[in-house]
C-alpha cells in the first residue's frame, strides 16, 4: 500500500506561484511514476505532470510546460509541484497519484488540495 498526502493549496492572485507538497508513505517508491494531476469543477481530471521516482525524468502537460516543476526528495519521501505565472483557469483541487512504471497507471491517490486563482 502506498499512502499520499497533499499539501499546499491555498488562494493566491494571477501571476503569482504556489508549490504542492506530497507526502508519500507505505512503500518503496523505486519502480514507480508519481504523478500531479487536476480537476476543475465542472471538468474532467487531468494530467499535470509526473516524475519518474528513480531516475527524475520528468512529464508536462502542454498547458502547464514552462510554468510548472516536479520533483521530488528522496530524504523526505515527498514530491513538489512548484506552479509559477498561476492563471485562473489553474483553479481545480490538485491530486498527486501513484502507479507501477511497468503498468502505466495511477493506483494510489491522495486526498487533493484546493487551488483557487483569483483575477
Known amino acids: 500500500q502506498v499512502q499520499l498526502v497533499e499539501s499546499g493549496g491555498g488562494l493566491v492572485q494571477a501571476g503569482g506561484s504556489l508549490r504542492l507538497s506530497c507526502v508519500v508513505s507505505g512503500r518503496s517508491l523505486s519502480s514507480y511514476v508519481m504523478g500531479w494531476f487536476r480537476q476543475a469543477p465542472g471538468k474532467e481530471r487531468e494530467f499535470v505532470g509526473a516524475i519518474r521516482w528513480s531516475g527524475g525524468n520528468t512529464y508536462y502537460a502542454d498547458s502547464v510546460k514552462g510554468r510548472c516543476t516536479v520533483s521530488r526528495d528522496y530524504a523526505k519521501n515527498t514530491m513538489y509541484l512548484q506552479m509559477n505565472s498561476l492563471k485562473p483557469e489553474d483553479t481545480a483541487v490538485y491530486y498527486c497519484?501513484?502507479?507501477?512504471?511497468?503498468?502505466?497507471?495511477?493506483?494510489?491517490w491522495g486526498q487533493g488540495t484546493q487551488v483557487t486563482v483569483s483575477s
Open positions: 497519484a501513484a502507479g507501477p512504471i511497468t503498468l502505466n497507471r495511477y493506483d494510489y
